[in-house]
């Protein structure tokens, strides 16, 4: 079965950077796009970031756009998200999400997430 | 990246139906159908309910279903139970490569 397991959440001072990692298993993670998707505490879903199956193209939400990196292993099955310059309404649960497609479209699993919170 | 606009909040008794609207552009739910709609439970990770306007996922019961009318998609849910109790957010594809979610809406079964 689909699996997505996000980890690499902490508490973090604003200015500071973190680096978030989701390990897929269960289908070949070569063969779809993934995203970031990020809720605010009692918030919405934000969609972040998506990578298309091969990395040749990356996308992002202007709120993160030039602070953050989506990037991918495919050799290790494994997403990342680099996020520097973190503020505090970076705050949230980030989630990873497999698309059905090579590029992108809408998400379909989720992994459970990873908490981040930037504080002083 | 505005995002879709969907009610805060709707609400029916068991057994009844509910609908809940989505509404965008024609340069993200008008323009594509790449509509998806996830329900999540408090605490929980979101599960997709409906996928590519009107398509459901395997496991999914047959009571939740999707469609698209010009820049709007409907989520309607047939034969409310209590389990159907959590928040509802749609999602469609963008022209600029990018993924946009509605803001979510609370259903409250009575």
């Known amino acids: 079965q689909v699996q997505l397991v996000e980890s690499g959440g902490g508490v973090v001072q604003p200015g500071r950077s973190l680096r978030l990692s989701c390990a897929a298993s269960?289908?070949?993670?070569?063969?779809?796009?993934i995203h970031w998707v990020r809720q605010a505490p009692g918030k919405g879903l934000e969609w972040v970031a998506v990578?298309?199956?091969?990395?040749?193209?990356?996308y992002y939400a202007d709120s993160v756009k030039g602070r953050f990196t989506i990037s991918r292993d495919n050799s290790k099955n494994t997403l990342y998200l680099q996020m520097n310059s973190l503020r505090a309404d970076d705050t949230g649960m980030y989630y990873c999400a497999r698309d059905p497609q090579l590029s992108s479209s809408c998400p379909d699993y989720w992994g459970q997430g990873t908490l981040v919170a930037v504080s002083s | 990246q505005s995002a879709l606009t969907q009610p805060a909040s709707v609400s029916g008794s068991p057994g009844q139906s509910i609908t809940i609207s989505c509404t965008g552009t024609s340069s993200d739910v008008g323009g594509y159908n790449y509509v998806s709609w996830y329900q999540q439970h408090p605490g929980k990770a979101p599960k997709f309910m409906i996928y590519?306007?009107?398509n459901r996922p395997s496991g999914v019961s047959n009571r939740f279903s999707g469609s698209k009318s010009g820049n709007t998609a409907s989520l309607t849910i047939s034969g409310l139970q209590a389990e159907d109790e959590a928040d509802y957010y749609c999602s469609s594809y963008t022209s600029s490569g990018t993924t946009v979610f509605g803001g979510g809406t609370k259903l409250t079964v009575l």
């Open positions: 269960g289908f070949t993670f070569s063969n779809h796009g």
């Open positions: 990578i298309w199956y091969d990395g040749s193209n990356k």
């Open positions: 590519d306007v009107s």
